[in-house]
């Protein structure tokens, strides 16, 4: 890594400063003109994609390297070299796409009513997808806390992570690039944050699989036990000392994993295709207000406030 020049030479005339200084003098005027010309934070995956590619265009290293031993009449042509390359770089990439990865490593896009072509050229199937459903807590973007109103249909990310199923870090490459969904190309990382869609223009699990009635019977069957307004007025009557509504909240946890199971047994689903007809496990949902549920051997579910 090119350590930063912190002498005198850097406060005072660039110029003087590219005559007189070393080699990391240089690089560090180098840095902080590519982050203006290039409108991006030094820190950007943006800026790093891009210098890499206009430094190995320029030589830039081999002028790195060179550069002490360099009459200031030299020093002054490669600089120019640098700078028309930056200049060139910034024009071809200004409102474009340069798949630094940066948006793919942040969150998994929701998929709009667009991409329902997707499905139907099978670039993505049910084990990629997973259903977040009206009334669940998620983290928006900037990591802040948010309870859906409507339903909707995202990307899977890497586990442990909020990486896109489908961008590979160790490449930097997206493996459906060319076919990537709606709200992917929506991205401008270059500039102002794309709006958030419009409410009608996300796809739902009935744009999808409405007019599959096997299919459709049983997500509507899941939805009349399990829906999360249905969970949660019963958590509240508990709370309030109605005991009986705990009843409800067993069926449902019961019919849920059990409806997983057959879903997986008989239909030869995955986990994950599971998870895209009937969103995530209802355990998980009623994690997210403290409540633990546990299958014991027998099979049944037993619940206990969650430990912090």
């Not at 024009?91 to 942040?106: H, I, M, P, Q």
């Not at 990629?128 to 928006?140: H, K, S």
């Not at 859906?148 to 990310?157: A, C, G, M, N, V």
């Not at 998980?284 to 633990?292: A, K, R, S, V």
Request: some cysteine; charged content about 30%.
């Amino acid at each position: 890594m090119t350590k930063k020049f912190l002498g005198k030479l850097h406060h005072v005339d660039p110029w003087e400063t590219l005559a007189k200084g070393p080699r990391e003098a240089m690089a560090s005027l180098w840095e902080k003109y590519l982050s203006e010309v290039l409108e991006a934070s030094a820190k950007s995956q943006r800026l790093q994609k891009l210098r890499r590619s206009l430094e190995k265009a320029a030589d830039y290293p081999k002028i790195f390297q060179d550069w002490n031993d360099l009459p200031v009449e030299e020093r002054a042509r490669v600089w120019q070299q640098l700078i028309a390359a930056a200049k060139e770089q910034a024009e071809s990439a200004r409102d474009a796409c340069v798949r630094c990865g940066e948006c793919c490593e942040r969150s998994s896009p929701t998929l709009l009513a667009a991409d329902l072509p997707l499905f139907q050229q099978e670039v993505l199937t049910w084990n990629e997808v997973y259903t977040l459903r009206a009334g669940e807590q998620v983290t928006d973007r900037e990591g802040k806390p948010a309870v859906l109103k409507e339903e909707r249909l995202k990307i899977r990310e890497v586990p442990g992570s909020r990486q896109c199923w489908f961008y590979l870090a160790a490449t930097g490459s997206c493996r459906i690039y060319d076919q990537r969904p709606e709200q992917c190309r929506r991205q401008q990382c270059w500039g102002e944050p794309a709006p958030p869609p419009r409410v009608e223009e996300l796809l739902n699990r009935r744009s999808l699989l409405g007019q599959v009635s096997e299919v459709w019977d049983i997500i509507e069957a899941h939805e009349a036990r399990c829906a999360s307004s249905i969970i949660l007025e019963a958590l509240e009557e508990v709370a309030a000392g109605r005991a009986e509504s705990g009843d409800l909240l067993f069926e449902a946890l019961h019919f849920d994993h059990y409806l997983r199971q057959m879903l997986q047994r008989d239909w030869g689903l995955s986990q994950e295709a599971a998870e895209m007809l009937l969103g995530r496990p209802l355990p998980e949902f009623l994690g997210q207000h403290g409540i633990t549920p546990v299958l014991n051997a027998e099979g049944v579910f037993e619940l206990s406030p969650r430990k912090e």
